[in-house]
Antibody, heavy 115, light 112 residues
């Protein structure tokens, strides 16, 4: 059974940093691209970033480009999202999802950017 | 960026009756491999999203056959043949052939 476990969220001040993790199990991790999607409170879904199975190719939404970095450790079956220069508009639940078609989702981790 | 436009925004339904959600894209979603990468997701209250349909009309494992997807090019539809109480939530379409990946704004299905 595919399982994705998101973690690392919390309260951070504007301008601060945070690292999210997504622990994967139940499938061959390095065979799949992985993505991050976020959902601001009461809002819709927004794609944030994606990374290929090997980690060689990365993609970002314009809203996070230059501030967020996606990475993965295939030896640990774990996906990461390093978030810097956080803004209030980054406040959201962050979900990891498998593949570029999002066929499985994590439970999400809440990031709150506030002073 | 490809804009995904869903309608209606809100869909009050009667249990046992059909429901239909429209999704239109600002560009063709046909990829160079000939496939059309249009997916549908369901998000029940308080839950993570769940993929229902991929590549226009393919149901994911465990998805009831009352859900069906159709369409082509830039115009797509999700239909529920007979709405059940567990179908309440927000439905999103999403396109995958073009970066950045984009979602529709969502359609909230609620009981009338």
């Amino acid at each position: 059974e595919v399982q994705l476990l998101d973690s690392g969220g919390g309260l951070v001040q504007p301008g601060g940093s945070l690292r999210l993790s997504c622990a994967a199990s139940g499938f061959t991790f390095n065979y799949y691209g992985m993505t991050w999607v976020r959902q601001a409170p009461g809002k819709g879904l927004e794609w944030v970033s994606a990374i290929s199975g090997s980690g060689d190719n990365t993609y970002y939404a314009d809203s996070v480009k230059g501030r967020f970095t996606i990475s993965r450790d295939n030896s640990k079956n774990t996906l990461y999202l390093h978030m810097n220069s956080l803004r209030s508009e980054d406040t959201a639940i962050y979900f990891c999802a498998r593949d570029y078609s999002f066929d499985s989702w994590g439970q999400g981790t809440l990031v709150t950017v506030s002073s | 960026d490809v804009v995904m436009t869903q309608s209606p925004l809100s869909l009050p339904v009667t249990l046992g009756q059909p429901a239909s959600i429209s999704c239109r894209s600002s560009q063709s979603l046909v990829y160079s491999d000939g496939n059309t990468y249009l997916n549908w997701f369901q998000q029940r209250p308080g839950q993570s999203p769940r993929r229902l349909i991929y590549k226009i009309s393919n149901r994911d494992s465990g998805v009831p056959d009352r859900f069906s997807g159709s369409g082509s090019g830039t115009d797509f539809t999700l239909k529920i043949s007979r709405v059940e109480a567990e179908d309440i939530g927000v439905y999103y379409c999403m396109q995958a052939p073009h970066w950045p990946l984009t979602f529709g704004g969502g359609t909230k299905v609620e009981i009338k």
